[in-house]
């Protein structure tokens, strides 16, 4: 049990005295009143006044870009991010297992996404390297020599969600750091003390002020924080409707930046050319990976008539024996989930379906105790239902069949958001056609394998109301900087 006190204030482990939030694992533990949520410790909830110091500190630091991060060499900046990478490797242990306890993220995928975060770091500051090789070259043209600098943008209010608390956190907070910016952290709601053991290498890696972080609910602190029009970028991987509720609050929204990672609800289309038994094997992969709380999850299988009944018998089967239970038990797939109101929420996902003619195929579908729900297929499902529409971030498998494949494009072309596509086909020439097609609806067409992220080397956004602006380990460099000129006429004196 971590009862954390501490948040991090210009460089000092700030002691608070106030208000609390208790922190509860998904894992639930039998008491009087049935199976309960597990207390896990708390974390501070401070106001409003709080956030604000919190915020003038990180713009003091940033000083207007005169401060003493944003004007330390890309040398020193790389040497204090290679020194909390040092300090972070040191929690391993406990970071894994506070990830296992407070989201329910199995063993195998809790060490996959703190090993991930390290590598993230690391090709970052490779990446910094050559970009800095780039920028330190001179360019000639008409009579015009300059040098195009990397430059900070300024504050950073980097915010994102339960599922990659780390990892996804990461992918902005640490580019955006390590390119001059000061960053305001807000901590997720699951996955808070996960970061407890952080604070530290935070605080010892960077110079005061340039890392600061907030604990609270959001609705109270970030508000006031956005009204007061400081933050130069919000990176926010969550929600479209928050996102958009978020920007609106500043001042001037033109001054604002933008790098926001949001809905998506990633269809997959198992054409009558597929192979099977891949098909079958990557929509489980890509639909119940961390009990199918991605972004980059599949959440709507299409599947041509021809072969529906195939496809839903051994989808059917492979999913029945899945193996649910604890994160630290062996060979377990299916874990509690860290969302209160998500049992609930999907148990109303499945009964619209089934009360519009829809069944629940595998036997132990939506099976439902406490924390914890098995995944269900749901069959055949329609454009009636909510299943269709809503991105359900959970265990259920929503099949579409369908007749012709312009059926699954135009789900695409109607829907508002536009991450992720999976085409199952051995047809050449069929996908060929649906490349052409979804690759100017979505950002990312997958072929005969599940939808994800990585490599993080890649480019990773979204179309409509999926993303703004592009992550990757290089383009997030390029995202969190601006291009800085330093011109001057071509003359005798500086020719050479
Ligand atoms: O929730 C979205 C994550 O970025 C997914 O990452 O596709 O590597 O699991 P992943």
């Known amino acids: 049990i971590i009862h954390q006190r501490e948040y991090l204030l210009n460089g000092e482990l700030v002691q608070w005295n106030g208000d609390v939030t208790e922190i509860y694992s998904p894992v639930c533990i039998p008491t009087k009143n049935g199976l309960e949520r597990k207390l896990l410790g708390s ?9 604000l110091d919190v915020l003038d500190a990180c713009v003091k630091a940033y000083d207007n870009g005169l401060g003493e991060w944003p004007t330390m060499s890309v040398e020193d900046r790389i040497k204090c991010m290679q020194k909390f990478v040092y300090l972070m490797i040191k929690e391993r242990d406990l970071v894994i297992k506070l990830l296992m306890w407070e989201i329910g993220k199995t063993l195998p995928d809790s060490t996959k996404e703190f090993d991930r975060t390290v590598d993230y770091i690391n090709q970052t500051i490779d990446a910094l390297k050559d970009l800095d090789r780039e920028s330190s070259r001179f360019q000639q043209a008409e009579g015009t020599i300059a040098q195009i600098r990397r430059a900070p943008l300024g504050v950073v209010l980097s915010m994102g969600p339960f599922n990659y608390p780390l990892n996804e956190i990461f992918t902005t907070l640490i580019p955006a750091l390590i390119m001059g910016n000061t960053i305001l952290f807000k ?104 009990n199918g709380q991605r972004c980059t ?27 649910g239970g604890l994160p630290w038990e062996k060979d377990v797939k299916i874990t509690p989930l860290p969302e209160v109101n998500k049992p609930l929420y999907l148990e109303e996902c499945i009964a619209d379906a089934v009360s519009k003619g829809a069944k629940v195929l595998n036997e132990n579908g939506g099976y439902n105790e406490a924390s914890f729900v098995f995944p269900a297929i749901v069959y055949p499902v329609n454009d009636q239902m909510k299943l269709y529409h809503e991105e359900q971030f959970g265990p259920v498998i929503p099949v579409v069949p369908f007749d012709d494949i312009d059926e699954p494009i ?58 703004e602006g592009t992550l990757s380990v290089f383009d997030a460099l390029r995202s969190f900087s601006i291009r800085s000129l330093v011109a001057a006429k071509i003359t005798d004196s500086n020719k050479e």
């Not at 974390?43 to 956030?51: F, M, S, T």
């Not at 959440?299 to 051994?314: H, P, R, S």
């Not at 109607?414 to 100017?440: C, R, W, Y």
């Open 43 to 51: 974390i501070p909830n401070i106001g409003p006044k709080e956030a």
């Open 187 to 290: 901590l997720p709601k699951h996955g808070v003390l996960a970061h407890y053991p952080l604070l530290k290498a935070f605080q010892e890696a960077f110079p005061k002020g340039t890392v600061n972080t907030l604990y609270g609910k959001g609705s109270e602190i970030i508000t006031p924080i956005m009204e007061s029009g400081k933050v130069n970028v919000l990176a926010f991987i969550g929600s479209s409707k928050v996102a958009n509720g978020l920007k609106k609050l500043h001042p001037k929204v033109n001054r604002l930046r933008a790098i926001l990672s949001l809905d998506a609800k990633n269809a997959a289309i198992v054409t009558k050319n597929a192979n099977l038994d891949v098909a079958v094997s990557e929509c489980i992969l890509g639909s119940l990976s961390f």
């Open 297 to 323: 999850a599949l959440k709507l299988i299409f599947v041509q008539k021809d072969v529906a009944e195939e496809f839903t018998q051994k989808l059917t089967a492979a999913v029945s024996a899945m193996k």
């Open 410 to 467: 135009d789900y695409q072309v109607n829907a508002d958001h536009g991450m992720q596509v999976s085409i199952f086909s051995e047809d050449p020439m069929e996908t060929s056609k649906l490349i052409d097609a979804f690759v100017n609806l979505v950002s990312r067409v997958n072929i005969n394998c599940q939808a994800q992220r990585g490599p993080d080397v890649f480019p990773f956004t979204g179309r409509k109301d999926s993303a």
